[in-house]
């Protein structure tokens, strides 16, 4: 099952659900002591394996990470394929000065931000995303709507190439 690439429908269905829990990012040498996390993700990098798991199950393990963030997935399905939807998640966040680190998957995106500033991230999308909108949450939308336009454009420019 392939997921969505309209990204205004993306956009319209994200349905973002804070995780429970406090996440980290570490890093380890191989990916035997990655398992030993029971991570959530795990990335093999030139420099190291990076995993992101429970703060609890780093902190038990020894490892030190530079930060605490909390995860909010995207509940709708966005095909690997799909342009321009994270860009518009995280610009929105950016535009609120949140810090935002994307993890695409097959099924869903999910996003790492401080855990400090999670519930103002949520209030963020839950603007970007809310189909009944204020006068401040209209102009999030019509920027999404200018976004999906551009890309639509774009995506049909590269086709007629």
């Not at 429970?20 to 996390?37: C, M, S």
């Not at 902190?59 to 990470?65: H, K, Q, T, W, Y």
């Not at 709507?145 to 049909?156: F, I, N």
Request: contains cysteine.
């Amino acid at each position: 099952m392939s997921g969505g690439t309209d990204l205004g429908l993306l956009l319209a269905s994200a349905a973002p659900v804070l995780a429970p829990g406090d996440y980290v990012f570490v890093t380890v040498r191989e990916f035997a002591e990655a398992d030993q996390l029971d991570p959530i993700s795990i990335f093999r990098e030139d420099e190291a394996v990076t995993v992101i798991c429970t703060r609890q199950r780093a902190e038990n393990a020894g490892l030190r990470s530079e930060g605490i963030y909390r995860q909010i997935t995207l509940q709708v399905h966005s095909a690997l394929e799909a342009v321009g939807f994270l860009a518009t998640i995280a610009t929105a966040l950016a535009a609120a000065g949140i810090p935002c680190n994307a993890v695409a998957a097959y099924y869903h995106d999910h996003l790492f931000v401080p855990a400090e500033r999670a519930e103002q991230a949520i209030a963020v999308l839950a603007a970007l995303f809310q189909k009944d909108r204020s006068p401040n949450e209209k102009i999030a939308a019509d920027f999404r709507d200018w976004l999906s336009e551009a890309y639509r454009v774009g995506e049909q420019k590269h086709l007629k190439e």
